[in-house]
């Protein structure tokens, strides 16, 4: 009898093997491959920053422009830089980068799920769901576009090294202490404002819960660990002084607003639809429900209605009754998901107008809650209801990475809600603009930085917004340099929709002695050449003013009313021309 329970635990063992080696192998083949289909310019940011960081030899580089206070430490672009040695800024390198920060979310898995006596053959299993993706939006912003992925990677070490600190003594103490030193100054470095809620504020309530729960020697740990964790905090936030004294920064939704009490309850209805997105349940409306997409929908409809109620019922258990790092681990992710909610309903940051898409910031909470559910006990006598359901959401989300890998371009495609962002056309739009050789244009956001990174910098498209007419620059996530006069010498480009054609004030454009040479239209796209750097005309593109400019008037120019008897008529106060930093009003 014991010799076929080792032969059964051996061959248990083997499948889970065989199942993680195929989710990474499907993890891998999207990363290179299938992301390319919903690669957008979020995603190229990393990359391009990437790219300014090696031409400027600064690491924070002083014509970047960065967005809320949010710096780029050690995020993406990281693994990047010394990539671009070898080979182009382009997709390639940005699957590298996705590559290494997935070795590191796996790895931080492994070791959380290393806090129990959890066997070799559960943490693997742990380890092959997420590998799978879990669902489509945790595939995109895990893997794809990293964006969470870091932010999660982050909280892994935070508690695992905190948990080790408890459990250790004399030498290894100061080891671990290290550790959260360094990992609190970095993240506070990055930005302090969302490292208070996203770690500060779940790493200080798990430290007041378990000193509440603890005996005298747990008590004299975390005096110690909250030592550390506040020396880090004024390191973090020395460093981000310092460093934002130095660089350019915009704020946008950082700047955050309180909701009406209406609007909090509608952000509040709609938070269900964002929960059930994350864990993978929302079926595509106008499927077929008797058909086998339509069965695969109700299945991954109840594994996120299941996930949905065992996660918070797991995350309770492991903060109330646990008294091992789980205890920890539990208390920090239940704090972590309540102070983010507060502000998901409260405020203005997350846009409910998209609701799908907004849920990207219960991904971290959500997913941490997941694997406290996949690491708790499964005890099919005592609590059997629990146990099946457990069982039954491990197979679905084990056995899903095919499914979830194929259609995340589908799925996450509409949820953005922003024309041109998602467009399975790009690709064939690089390659005519590469035959047609067409090397430096401009662009609306989403449609710029992705070309630039599709086409291995053998196309560089610059972000601009259409301005009272004209296209200016878009100071979001780019580079003052791209804007000069002498980032390139000869032809240039618009690319734009017919919508944003429609926009674009011609005869505004000829008065600054910009007009198109020539132009073309495929897949969507209106393409306007023109003979030489748009930069070269156009007002308020070089903030140096090394050149002349000359400020037209038109009809979106400043006026004034002259103060009459009769109907006041607008009158244009003046016109500025910019003669090599020397100006005069006419």
């Given at each position: 009898m014991i010799k076929n329970n080792n032969v059964l635990s051996t061959a248990a063992l083997l499948v889970v093997a065989f199942l993680l080696v195929i989710n990474i192998g499907m993890l891998i083949s999207y990363l290179f491959y299938g992301y390319q289909a919903e690669f957008h310019s979020d995603s190229a940011v990393k990359v391009l920053l990437a790219k300014e960081i090696v031409l400027a030899n600064d690491y924070f580089p002083d014509d970047w422009n960065y967005i809320n206070n949010d710096f780029f430490v050690f995020f993406g672009h990281t693994f990047i830089i010394p990539l671009?040695?070898?080979?182009?800024?382009?997709?390639?390198?940005?699957?590298?980068?996705g590559l290494f920060f997935a070795v590191l979310l796996l790895t931080g898995v492994w070791f959380l799920s290393g806090l129990t006596?959890?066997?070799t053959k559960r943490r693997l299993l742990i380890l092959a769901i997420v590998a799978g993706g879990i669902s489509s939006i945790s595939a995109e912003n895990l893997y794809g576009q990293v964006s969470y992925c870091a932010e999660i990677v982050f909280c892994c070490y935070l508690i695992f090294f905190s948990c080790k600190f408890f459990q250790s003594n004399g030498k290894r103490t100061y080891l671990w202490g290290m550790g959260i030193f360094l990992l609190v100054s970095l993240i506070y470095w990055e930005n302090p404002q969302r490292a208070t809620i996203v770690y500060g504020v779940p790493f200080l309530g798990a430290v007041c819960w378990q000193f509440m729960r603890g005996n005298s020697w747990i008590r004299r740990k975390l005096w110690q660990i909250s030592a550390i964790f506040f020396m880090g905090l004024g390191v973090g936030i020395a460093l981000h002084t310092y460093t934002l004294s130095g660089v350019n920064n915009i704020l946008t939704v950082g700047?955050?607003?309180?909701l009406s009490y209406e609007m909090m309850l509608r952000n509040l209805s709609l938070t269900p639809k964002g929960v059930l997105y994350v864990f993978g349940g929302l079926p595509n409306p106008g499927d077929y429900l008797v058909s086998l997409g339509g069965v695969y929908e109700a299945l991954r409809l109840l594994a996120a209605v299941i996930s949905a109620v065992?996660?918070?019922?797991?995350?309770?258990?492991?903060?109330?009754?646990s008294n091992d790092g789980m205890g920890f681990f539990g208390s920090f992710v239940a704090i972590a998901f309540a102070s983010v909610f507060f502000l998901y309903v409260t405020t203005t940051i997350p846009d409910m107008n998209d609701a799908v898409q907004s849920s990207r910031?219960?991904?971290p909470s959500l997913f941490l809650g997941l694997i406290i559910l996949l690491m708790s006990p499964i005890d099919r006598f005592k609590a059997p209801f629990s146990a099946i359901s457990t069982i039954f959401i491990i197979v679905?989300?084990?056995t899903s990475g095919y499914q979830i890998f194929r259609l995340s371009g589908k799925e996450v495609l509409p949820a953005w809600g922003q024309p041109g962002q998602y467009n399975p056309?790009?690709?064939?739009l690089v390659n005519f603009l590469?035959?047609?050789?067409?090397?430096?244009?401009y662009a609306t956001y989403w449609n710029a930085g992705v070309v630039s990174v599709l086409s291995d910098e053998k196309v560089l498209v610059r972000q601009i917004l259409i301005k009272n007419g004209i296209p200016v620059p878009m100071k979001h996530l780019s580079s003052n340099r791209w804007y000069r006069p002498e980032a390139r010498h000869g032809e240039t480009f618009l690319l734009l929709t017919d919508a944003e054609a429609k926009l674009i004030e011609w005869e505004v454009l000829e008065a600054y002695n910009v007009k198109p040479d020539r132009s073309y239209e495929i897949n969507g796209f209106n393409i306007y050449v023109f003979k030489d750097n748009l930069a070269n005309h156009l007002p308020g593109w070089d903030a140096h003013f090394e050149v002349p400019f000359k400020f037209i008037p038109n009809e979106y120019s400043l006026r004034k009313l002259t103060l009459k008897r009769h109907k006041p008529k607008p009158e244009i106060s003046a016109i500025i021309i910019f003669d090599g930093g020397n100006h005069e009003a006419i």
């Open positions: 671009l040695t070898v080979m182009p800024a382009g997709f390639t390198a940005h699957a590298f980068s006596d959890l066997g700047d955050a607003r309180w065992l996660v918070p019922w797991a995350v309770f258990k492991a903060f109330r009754y910031y219960l991904l679905f989300f084990i056309h790009k690709k064939s590469i035959s047609q050789n067409l090397e430096y244009g």
